[in-house]
């Protein structure tokens, strides 16, 4: 197995190792930390490439204070914004940035802004850009007490309220991988529903029973979610040997982890890997330990479902002995939806993307590429042409079908 710690090294930090240190946060409700001028996201990443980037935060009904950054070509005017709003949301294990880790020529949060589009960047609870919460601690573990199910109900639920308020728009909504499967939960409730005006999903998630990646079937069979629980662990923070040791024990002898990437995502064309430590600098970001036992739990069960707490507790906090599913049927046949998925992608497979398709009173405009995996959608130095035009095309069919714009 010596050869697997180098690459896991740095790819496993980019997505499932796990810290059993203090984290980004440290205050409460009268000593709540929040990021320096110079460590925001807007100073690190967004204005040191011309553009212009305001920050904001959103208090969501549960206490977290999360932050939305604002950004506008450097031709443009923040006061007097020229496009539809467009709120990016990351998926797991990754913060806004994201969207603007590549050249300004290849990111698709500095390609909208160059658009004219007025782009909005999602930052969920317990990533780096957020700011904590207004009582709780991150040492705590009810701080971490959350998976999808509260980033889509509580998280993008308010960051979208906030958007509409500022902007008197309904907004278009951009999701990558875990940030589908919020969009689509969120997307089946009708006051979320009504502030949005289209969705472009990357990577579309919804159902995962079908997943090859093998690393990610060996951490599911060998219950890493348990394994982590038992650690005393409540945050996953990616930064600890304790758990890449445990991966690489997952490893040794039964997957190929030679190419650790693939191992957890299959097969990727088209990013640059030359640029991997730039990324490491900034991903990855914390989630909770939660959060990775519901994606288990789709994985096993092949349910689309609130987090299922096991009978007793679902009675109690359900009325049921199983959690409610969320119903894709509701989402309005009259929502327009765009969805770019790729043939070699382990995660957001081919079958499970067509099971979200059959259970959509719409059908989708969609984007198929078969050498793209599931990084590509996010990092491929070819995106802007494979698949960000085509996105773009899509909202601008009906910015100019409605009738406010």
């Not at 309220?161 to 909504?173: C, E, L, R």
Request: with cysteine.
């Amino acid at each position: 197995m010596a050869y697997v710690r180098p690459l896991l090294q740095p790819l496993l930090i980019l997505f499932l190792s796990f810290s059993l240190s203090d984290g980004y946060f440290t205050g409460n409700s009268s000593d709540l930390r929040r990021l320096s001028a110079s460590d925001s996201l807007c100073a690190q990443l967004i204005e040191p490439n011309g553009y212009s980037c305001t920050e904001h935060s959103v208090e969501t009904k549960d206490g977290y204070i999360l932050a939305l950054q604002r950004v506008s070509s450097g031709s443009g005017d923040l006061r007097v914004q020229r496009g539809h709003p467009v709120l990016l949301q990351h998926g797991l294990f990754m913060g806004g940035d994201a969207w603007f880790l590549d050249s300004t020529e290849q990111s698709l949060g500095f390609i909208l802004a160059d658009q004219g589009f007025d782009v909005w960047v999602a930052n969920v609870r317990g990533t780096r850009w957020s700011h904590g919460h207004v009582s709780l601690l991150e040492t705590e573990k009810e701080f971490w007490e959350w998976s999808w199910q509260e980033l889509a109900l509580y998280d993008l639920a308010e960051m979208l309220h906030y958007i509409k308020t500022a902007t008197g728009s309904k907004v278009f909504m951009v999701g990558h991988s875990q940030g589908t499967i919020m969009s689509l939960a969120a997307l089946t409730q009708p006051d979320i529903v009504e502030m949005v005006e289209a969705a472009a999903l990357l990577c579309p998630i919804s159902y995962l029973d079908h997943v090859t990646a093998p690393l990610v079937l060996r951490m599911v069979a060998m219950h890493l979610d348990q394994m982590v629980l038992a650690l005393g662990l409540h945050q996953l923070n990616f930064r600890s040997d304790v758990l890449i040791n445990l991966v690489e024990s997952l490893c040794d002898g039964h997957v190929d982890c030679s190419d650790f990437l693939a191992s957890i995502t299959g097969p990727n064309c088209c990013y640059n890997k030359t640029r991997l430590n730039y990324f490491l600098e900034y991903e990855p970001h914390p989630s909770s330990v939660k959060n990775l036992r519901h994606l288990f739990q789709m994985i096993r069960k092949g349910t689309f479902s609130q987090y299922d707490y096991g009978i007793l507790k679902n009675l109690l906090k359900y009325g049921q002995l199983k959690p409610p599913a969320f119903d894709l049927s509701n989402i309005p046949k009259s929502l327009p939806l765009w969805m770019g998925y790729g043939g070699t992608d382990e995660l957001a497979d081919l079958t499970d993307v067509q099971h979200t398709l059959d259970e959509l009173p719409s059908k989708p405009e969609l984007l198929y590429l078969e050498n793209y995996g599931h990084i590509d959608f996010l990092l491929s130095v070819k995106a802007n042409r494979d698949v960000y035009d085509h996105m773009i095309r899509f909202f601008r069919s009906l910015e100019k079908s409605t009738s406010s714009y």
